[in-house]
């Protein structure tokens, strides 16, 4: 399925993605992206011990998620994150997307793997995918092969999506929630890849930060569910 969907892509939209102009600016925010992977990762090394060991006393292994997703030009790489849902979950998952998708994933939460989620902190192996050129700090969040091929069918401008590459936070995640409609989502994507900036960059960043800090705070005070 995968091996069709990737020839899809590469007949296709890989195609479109490639015959955008490149930007000076993406040069200039891929050096942003690697001085502040390191810089976030070196800092939160021993939150990622310390939640790698609570996931594998609570739940066992494996510790992270791995799955595949679409970034840059259509090419498929695989994005890391701490698990916070059970065993194969992402299976069980597969077909759905939105407020469905959100109601059955909280049937699915591992132990500890909701506080996690809370937090956010769950994405910090996603660092590693900054550093590897995989994804950007800053970009539309990367999605799955399957619905990357039915959003594009169902909005248009969705392939422009490949021209950057994917973020670990994004305008739409600063703006919206999670159960923002993917069309909206998709407005706040298409005008980071128009707009894209230093400024825009920073702010971005910035914003994403002080979010991960209260919500942190709020997930680690909270009274488990």
């Known amino acids: 399925m995968a091996a069709q969907l990737e020839d ?88 759905y997307l939105g ?41 539309p969040r990367p999605i799955r092969p399957v619905f990357f091929e039915e959003l594009a069918h169902e909005l248009p401008a969705y392939w422009q999506r490949l021209v950057v590459r994917p973020g670990l936070t994004g305008l739409a995640q600063v703006r919206r929630g999670y159960e923002t409609s993917m069309a909206e989502k998709l407005a706040h994507d298409l005008e980071w890849i128009a707009d894209r900036s230093v400024r825009l960059y920073l702010r971005t960043v910035f914003a994403t930060g002080w979010r991960v800090i209260r919500q942190s705070l709020r997930g680690l005070t909270s009274r488990a569910v």
């Not at 310390?50 to 799955?67: F, H, N």
């Not at 979950?89 to 077909?95: D, I, N, S």
């Not at 909701?114 to 995989?134: M, S, Y």
């Open 8 to 95: 899809t892509l590469v007949g296709g939209y890989r195609r479109l993605a490639a015959e955008a102009p490149r930007r000076r600016i993406d040069i200039e925010l891929r050096i942003l992206d690697v001085v502040f992977a390191l810089l976030f990762g070196l800092v939160l090394v021993p939150f990622a011990l310390v939640i790698a060991l609570a996931i594998l006393v609570s739940c066992g292994l494996p510790v992270l998620y791995r799955g595949e997703r679409v970034g840059r030009g259509a090419h498929f790489f695989t994005m890391f994150k701490f698990r916070t849902l059970n065993r194969d979950a992402e299976t069980r998952l597969g077909p």
């Open 99 to 139: 407020e469905e998708l959100v109601r059955r994933t909280e049937q699915e939460y591992a132990p500890f793997g909701r506080r996690l989620k809370a937090t956010q902190l769950d994405e910090i192996p996603q660092f590693w995918n900054v550093l590897r050129g995989d994804m950007s700090l800053v970009g």
